[in-house]
């Protein structure tokens, strides 16, 4: 099977470059016929790079140790569920899990598209072609997941040694989020190549029109609510399995999830700048560029061993191909853009400094100033070292104290913005729209302040946090109201309404709410609290509200792992609470040990129970109590913004009458020509925010 | 209209009162009290174990080298040390890079100046943007749209359409649209 893995990669291999090959003479010639072949060369990629992922999984789930990649993380007694897990828990397998989900995206946007934009899909094509064709070279000839233990006999002969077991799979990474936290941030980090390849296609095809645009847009949405979506699921891991009571460390790992992140976010508004104004084309590809290319510089800081992480892999000569590939490129980029930079000529005009423009060009700026400041804090200890031949660190008080600001400026935006007009809001309508929001906020923080909300970032943080809230129920209602008096629908109805005739605003809003509830859990961090205690059978710890009394504590043996597990009652306010059981593993496979925390949660605090080891001095065990407020919301808002994304893809429900009325008299030229107003209100990608 | 407008408003203010309540009454009642010597200096800290954490929250179970630093910043507590000295030893033993951020002199500040002088630069860089594009727009109100003409009734259309937009809109978005 390893073979019959090896030779449907090197085949994937050889399809790519077909598709590069054939795609490329195709633009040149305008061959219809050979860019139907090169188009189904990369749609063979797919299927191809499937038979060699299936291959790997099933050596694992056969338990095949003559395999190297299988031995090193996988075990007899590991579970089925993890064994599959197992598959991206390497260098190698995570490679050609990141192969896997650019064919599955590069499948779909050429079978989607098939047909459509003859100018542009074949250079969309060639692009996928090539990204996916330097990770193919990583799969198939640099780090193969398929290396097989061999030695050589007395006859000189080379034969597969199996070994009796393998080393197992990571401890940390035997946790079910575990199982869909790497596929979901993949998928993330991997579908910013689409946008990108739209992005670099346009420009070196010179597409005309906007239509390139529209679709890159919803590409970015899609990956973009992955990347969310994975980078929260890894926080909640982070937060239930490491036990140290956070969610997020700062670790080069996180921050390099977090860069892409904040510059696709940043595009995710522009691009509704050159939608509705024909503005700022020259700097959306290069936030597309830039998305991309961080997306490939976060894996190359973390496979290099330039930066330490503890969820990096062991320094390795990939590192030089990734920093090749980010060069090259760059280089491409930067080819492109100056060969055709008369073709991203902006109509830049501004009617007024207080309006919705400025304000996306400020949450640009503040976007990507907190992606430069994480970039910054996490090269600085080589940087330090390079120039001072000393390295500075650069932990997490550096980071939120940085972030922490440029994070509230950010969120002051996010309310701010959508009460704007485009071209110009009066002063008049300024004091309208931001009076109660703002009055609200602060008289939130009035009634916060004597009640102990002491912290001044988190008191900021809650003013702020009502501020948005407002502004944006008051979007919903005003709406709402308007459906509501002409239609007679009960408001609640009207609401989805108006969210339907719009998704895409109304689902952006949605994204904000949730945007807004996870910072108000963060908040909360300022105020965490925590206590360790040796704790023998029948002792007890108080914490807040919290009483805890150690009732038992046992050893559990399970199929791959023994465990210590203590039984705790948990009291509040001296009322029976409920029961938790913090527990501690070791895998003897590889000799390493894992916690499994115990959390009671609720919308106000977590209380959040580590079995921390053995007291060496006495034998008894070590309980860490942690009470982290609000932690909960994070996790909901994080929901809430992948539902919102989710709204935001979906499409109008109902057409405008104008845009209708223009189809149905084939005036389709006359309405081209209309004024801009108009038209902008009514195109079906809903671009009337 | 007005009775349901109020209707709403209470409803959401009711809402995010209680939010508010429930946020409160989570961070409000849990001020730390006097926050443990240890735990303040170990947080300006690093764990020396490689896991790139600050010391009294390094992730690695049952970690070998953090209980030995934590044991040894509590052997310096006991021994009522002052502050300073004790980072001091600590960096002394382990080098700069023990210390959990940059320090505010030297090298060290460029990490703590060099984001805010890329915000600010950023600033002022849209600040000159903004004016720049201010002064190409033209007095574009009123302009007549260039191309062929549309029908009176698909115009009439078109305005009823934005007039119903607007009203979703903001008030006064209509005027400033106009």
């Known amino acids: ?689 | 209209m007005a009775r349901r407008t109020k209707r709403a408003f209470v409803s959401y203010a009711l809402l995010l009162s209680a939010a508010l309540v429930l946020f409160v009454s989570a961070v409000g009642a849990q001020i730390p009290g006097q926050s443990e010597k240890a735990k303040k200096i170990g947080k300006r800290l690093m764990c020396m174990c490689g896991c790139n954490q600050v010391l009294v929250e390094c992730n690695h179970v049952g970690c070998s080298v953090s209980t030995a630093m934590l044991k040894e910043l509590d052997a310096r507590l006991a021994r009522n040390e002052p502050e300073d000295l004790m980072l001091q030893s600590f960096v002394q033993q382990y080098g700069e890079k023990v210390m959990a951020q940059p320090p505010m002199k030297d090298f060290g500040l460029v990490a703590w100046v060099t984001p805010f002088a890329v915000l600010l630069i950023g600033f002022c860089l849209i600040g000159v943007v903004l004016l720049r594009w201010r002064r190409q727009s033209p007095a574009i109100a009123g302009m007549p749209g260039a191309g062929p003409e549309i029908s009176s009734e698909m115009l009439a259309r078109a305005r009823r359409e934005m007039d119903f937009e607007d009203e979703l809109d903001s008030p006064d978005s209509k005027s400033e649209r106009d």
Not at chain 1, 396 to 406: A, C, L, R
């Open chain 1, 1 to 689: 099977m390893d073979l019959f893995g090896s030779f449907a990669l090197l085949l994937a291999f050889a399809c790519a470059v077909y598709a590069i090959v054939a795609g490329i003479i195709a633009i040149r010639t305008r061959n219809p016929l050979l860019q139907k072949s090169a188009r189904h060369a990369g749609i063979a990629v797919c299927l191809l790079v499937m038979i060699g992922t299936a291959s790997l999984l099933y050596l694992f789930l056969t338990d095949d140790f003559s395999v190297s990649y299988v031995a090193g993380h996988s075990n007899r007694d590991l579970e089925s569920f993890f064994k599959v897990a197992a598959l991206w828990a390497g260098q190698e397998g995570s490679l050609l899990f990141w192969s896997l989900i650019l064919s599955i995206y590069t499948f779909f946007v050429l079978f989607t598209n098939r047909g459509k934009h003859p100018e542009l899909m074949p250079y969309v094509g060639v692009i996928l072609a090539s990204v996916q064709t330097f990770f193919l070279t990583l799969n198939v000839f640099v780090v193969s997941p398929f290396q097989v233990f061999g030695a050589s006999g007395a006859d000189g002969v080379m034969r597969l040694v199996a070994q009796a077991d393998g080393r197992g799979l990571n401890p940390l990474l035997q946790y079910p989020e575990m199982v869909a936290h790497p596929p979901t941030l993949y998928t993330g980090y991997v579908g910013f190549a689409v946008p990108f390849a739209f992005a670099l296609a346009a420009l070196l095809g010179r597409y005309p029109g906007e239509k390139w645009i529209h679709i890159t847009r919803k590409w970015t949405m899609i990956a973009w609510c992955f990347q969310s979506a994975g980078i929260l699921m890894g926080a909640h891991w982070a937060y239930a399995v490491l036990g140290w009571g956070g969610y997020w460390a700062w670790d080069p790992v996180e921050n390099a999830s977090l860069m892409p992140w904040l510059t696709g976010t940043a595009f995710l508004h522009s691009v509704m700048m050159q939608e509705k104004r024909g503005m700022l084309k020259v700097w959306n590809v290069w936030l597309v560029f830039t998305t991309f290319l961080l997306c490939i510089l976060g894996t190359f800081l973390t496979r290099s061993g330039v930066v330490s992480s503890v969820h990096a892999f062991a320094q390795s000569s990939i590192g030089a191909w990734f920093l090749g590939f980010i060069l090259l490129t760059l280089a491409v980029c930067l080819w492109a853009f100056f060969k055709n930079r008369d073709y991203l000529k902006s109509d830049n005009q501004l009617d007024s400094m207080v309006s919705r423009e400025s304000s996306f060009l400020f949450n640009n700026l503040i976007l990507l100033a907190a992606c430069f400041a994480v970039l910054w804090g996490t090269l600085f200890p080589v940087i330090s070292e390079a120039i001072q031949g000393s390295k500075i660190s650069v932990g997490p008080p550096f980071f939120n104290k940085v972030n922490i600001p440029i994070g509230l400026f950010l969120l002051f935006l996010t309310g701010v913005g959508p009460l704007l007009a485009w071209r110009r809001t009066s002063l008049d309508s300024l004091k309208r729209n931001f009076g109660w929001p703002l009055a609200g906020g602060l008289v939130a923080g009035a009634i916060a302040w004597p009640l102990g909300f002491r912290d001044f970032f988190a008191l900021i943080c809650l003013i702020l946090s009502i501020f948005v809230l407002l502004t944006i129920f008051g979007e919903f209602l005003r709406g709402a109201m308007v459906i509501s008096a002409r239609s007679g629908m009960n408001i609640f109805s009207s609401v989805g309404q108006l969210t339907m005739r719009n998704t895409r605003r109304y689902g952006g809003y949605v994204v904000h709410i949730g945007m807004v509830l996870v910072f108000i859990g963060i908040s909360g961090a300022a105020f965490n609290q925590d206590k360790q205690m040796e704790m023998g059978p029948g002792s007890q710890m108080s914490l807040g509200a919290y009483t805890m009394n150690l009732q038992a504590f046992e050893p559990r043996p399970a199929k791959n792992y023994t465990s210590e597990r203590a039984t705790i009652e948990v009291l509040r306010n001296g009322q029976p609470l409920v029961t938790l059981f913090p527990e501690k593993r070791f895998f003897p496979s590889n000799e390493m040990s894992g916690t499994m925390v115990a959390i009671y949660s609720t919308l106000k605090e977590d209380l959040y129970l580590v079995y921390a080891g053995r007291s060496p001095e006495n034998n008894q065990p070590i309980i860490h109590a942690y009470l982290n407020p609000l932690v909960k919301w994070i996790w909901l808002g994080g929901l809430i913004v992948v539902l919102g994304t989710g709204l935001a893809l979906l499409p109008n429900r109902q057409p405008v009458l104008a845009f209708k009325g223009a189809a149905e008299s084939t005036q389709a030229s006359a309405a081209a020509a209309a004024p801009q107003s108009v038209l902008t209100r009514s195109g079906s990608h809903g671009s009337a925010d």
